[in-house]
């Protein structure tokens, strides 16, 4: 079995210079972001208005995805449907042997990690190249993104320094970022150069035109995909929009809510082929209509992966985004994970403070989703250890008004008369960075009746 998120949490938050630089790095995002959003008068009705359309697409997705296929197809591209995760990497793996392809260069795509598509390629021989910086930095390391948007966001500019002295062999102890970039972009160059097949993620799929978008801050999937002979995008099912209205109003959310940028730097629609070369789009499902048929589920299929609820997220900011066994963290992760076993523990890593909800751009109903997994979970009897058996004991008290006004006299009982020391074990981890308050003389029932009661 996994590691639980609290425990995992616990390496992060044992360094503590680094949880505070960490969650001010992500709530300078989130600042960044509302200067955005406040900047445009009509910021709420484009919310509403991408939380319908998104709603629209769900609810006509197989109409959408027929349209958008037929459209690509007319346009000389190749389309592809997977079923899981398996059947996606072994079309991908079949397109490139076939055509005795042996290096390929990929920008950012979640969908790739959900699939654990580089391994499954690089065991047959084929290399594979992340080429978005913060994917090659946590590629050279070995490591997973700690986050959707900004994958490196829990490494310090020396840290990169020195794994770009040992493997790109930069001049030791450099730590320059604009030095630093330069080196990654003259190693990555050759890469580009001799690649022979490229891959790109889908930032929307439009349905009316058979085309789709690409938004990079980097221009390396421009790059990737403009030099060899083979292009394979790779989308979810739910990247559908109608038409280029709908990706344009998603494209003036996107950057803005990302990183508080009016616009990506690269917004790229690709429509055809390039003469003499082939374009393929692989539609993965992966579990996705599956969950869509859970109506309290199915909406968090309206996230475009902006990552702003992450970025506003406490749990996130001060614990780390590889503290989540599931490869997406925060509380985007937490909905889309669901009843994935391997994150049982997640749907407890969030207070319920609802600022996820507060910045989303589509308005997917974050919180009630995690309050709603949460609820699925006990009902099914995989409440995290501990919960099962403190949690029924807790209902109870708390369904009963003496039980409960009992169980406070004790506390506060308990709070004056135990040593300090007897206090902290009890509680648990909640008490290793609390104090506990000082006891009340009496209950605030009571006060209430003396000083407001009738
Ligand atoms: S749930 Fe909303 S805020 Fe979070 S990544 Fe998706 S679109 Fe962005």
Redesign the pocket.
């Known amino acids: 079995m996994k590691q639980t998120h609290a425990r995992k949490a616990e390496n992060f938050v044992a360094n503590e210079a680094r949880v505070d630089w960490h969650s001010a790095a992500l709530l300078m995002l989130r600042d960044k972001r509302d200067l955005q959003a406040k900047s445009l008068p009509e910021w709420e009705q484009m919310r509403e208005t991408a939380s319908r359309m998104k709603l629209h697409v769900l609810s006509h997705l197989p109409e959408l995805l027929r349209q958008f296929a037929d459209n690509c197809e007319a346009n000389g591209m190749q389309v592809h449907w997977a079923r899981d995760a398996l059947e996606h990497n072994q079309i991908v793996a079949g397109i490139l042997k076939a055509r005795g392809k042996k290096k390929l260069v990929k920008s950012k795509s979640m969908l790739t990690e959900e699939v654990h598509l580089v391994p499954h390629l690089e065991e047959q021989g084929i290399e594979c190249i992340e080429t978005d910086l913060g994917e090659r930095i946590l590629q050279l390391r070995h490591e997973p993104p700690s986050h ?1 948007v900004v994958p490196a966001i829990h490494l310090k500019k020396e840290e990169i320094g020195e794994l770009f002295h040992e493997k790109l062999g930069t001049r030791a102890g450099a730590s320059d970022p604009t030095y630093l970039t330069h080196a990654a972009r003259e190693s990555m160059r050759q890469d580009f150069l001799s690649a022979d097949a490229a891959m790109t993620g889908v930032n929307m799929a439009i349905a009316s035109e058979g085309a789709f978008v690409v938004c990079t801050n980097e221009g390396n999937a421009d790059m990737g995909a403009h030099l060899p002979d083979l292009h394979i995008a790779v989308m979810g099912m739910e990247k559908i929009v109608p038409d280029p209205e709908s990706a344009a109003l998603l494209m003036r959310m996107l950057a803005r ?2 990183t508080g940028q009016p616009s990506t730097s690269y917004n790229s629609i690709f429509g055809a082929p390039r003469p003499g070369t082939e374009m393929h789009i692989v539609i993965v499902d992966n579990g996705r209509s599956r969950r869509m048929t859970d109506r309290r589920h199915a909406e ?1 299929y ?9 970025n506003t997220c406490p749990v996130y900011r001060r614990g780390g985004g590889h503290s989540y066994n599931y490869f997406i963290p ?3 992760g937490l ?1 889309i994970a669901g009843d994935n076993p391997d994150a049982n523990s997640e749907a407890w890593a969030c207070t319920l403070n609802g600022s ?1 909800n507060n ?6 109903p ?1 919180r009630e989703t995690i309050a709603y997994h949460r609820e699925q979970l006990a009902r099914q009897k995989r409440l995290p250890y501990g919960k099962n058996f403190y949690m029924p004991v807790v209902g109870k008290i708390f369904g009963h008004p003496r039980l409960l006004s009992l169980a406070m006299a004790a506390a506060r009982v308990g709070l004056r008369i135990l040593p300090h020391g007897l206090q902290s074990s009890l509680g648990g981890s909640w008490a290793k960075s609390r104090d506990f308050p000082v006891a009340p003389s009496d209950s605030f029932a009571n006060w209430y009746r003396k000083n407001r009661g009738a």
């Open positions: 959707i809510n990302a968090i309206k996230c475009i992966r902006c990552g702003a609820c992450i925060g509380p985007i909905a996820c910045v989303c751009p589509v308005k997917v974050l």
